[in-house]
């Protein structure tokens, strides 16, 4: 089983459109989650951290559900520059950073 | 400094090549991982190392050989690869502390071609 499962998308999306990725995590003992962002042959890039109790970060919200093991984040007003892959990541106490499949994500003008 | 730096960006090498790829980070994270990534995949863990030391290896074959000589570098020492080991190594950095929502940092990575 993988330690993170994600919404394969693609999403293709207009301009000022809501979008909202989802993942799950098989590890009930991990300790931290992020949302990555990766554009086309570049490295991943921290996007947000997810808080228990959720948090926001301009058109960005993150939302963590432990005991569902979920995590989302939600893009509102989607603007050209979002366009690029989403990746949830989960750390575990090992320290290790497990990755899911990523969302590919296009914002069509 | 938040970088990590990767040389080189990018490597062709033959089966029978013995090459080394460098990571290089002086932001005092005392944790270092290498990952490895397809097209089209995720980033895959390979190894991580804790104060230098190696504590986790994801069953990475031993044509691949990581080395961490002091807290800001790491070594992937390759040998005999496969033309199936192309990919673009990516090289990541984070704190070991307590706290946990410390996210880790990445370098630009190398992209490996075996021919």
């Known amino acids: 089983r993988k330690e993170v499962e994600q919404d394969p998308g693609p999403f293709n999306v207009p301009e000022g459109a809501t979008v909202a990725f989802n993942c799950t995590y098989s590890?009930?003992?991990?300790?931290?989650f992020f949302w990555y962002r990766q554009d086309c042959r570049k490295e991943p890039k921290l996007l947000m951290s997810v808080y228990s109790s959720g948090n926001e970060d301009g058109r960005f919200t993150a939302q963590l559900n432990r005991a569902s093991q979920y995590i989302s984040l939600l893009i509102r007003d989607s603007k050209l520059s979002d366009s690029a892959t989403y990746l949830c990541?989960?750390?575990?106490?090992?320290?290790?950073?497990?990755f899911g499949t990523g969302t590919s994500l296009t914002v069509i003008p | 400094d938040t970088e990590v730096t990767q040389t080189p960006k990018h490597l062709v090498m033959g089966m029978t090549n013995k090459k080394s790829l460098k990571c290089e980070q002086h932001m005092g994270h005392r944790a270092m991982y290498w990952y490895k990534q397809k097209a089209k995949k995720p980033p895959e863990l390979m190894f991580v190392?804790?104060?230098?030391?190696?504590?986790i290896n994801e069953s990475v074959p031993s044509r691949f050989s990581p080395e961490c000589p002091n807290s800001s570098l790491l070594n992937l020492h390759l040998h005999a690869l496969q033309p199936e080991d192309s990919a673009l190594y990516l090289c990541?950095?984070?704190?070991?502390?307590?706290?946990?929502?410390?996210?880790?940092?990445f370098g630009q990575g190398t992209r490996l071609t075996v021919v």
């Open positions: 590890n009930s003992a991990s300790q931290s």
């Open positions: 990541a950095s984070s704190p070991w502390t307590g706290k946990m929502d410390t996210e880790a940092f």
């Open positions: 190392y804790s104060y230098e030391k190696l504590s």
């Open positions: 990541v989960v750390r575990n106490t090992g320290n290790q950073f497990y």
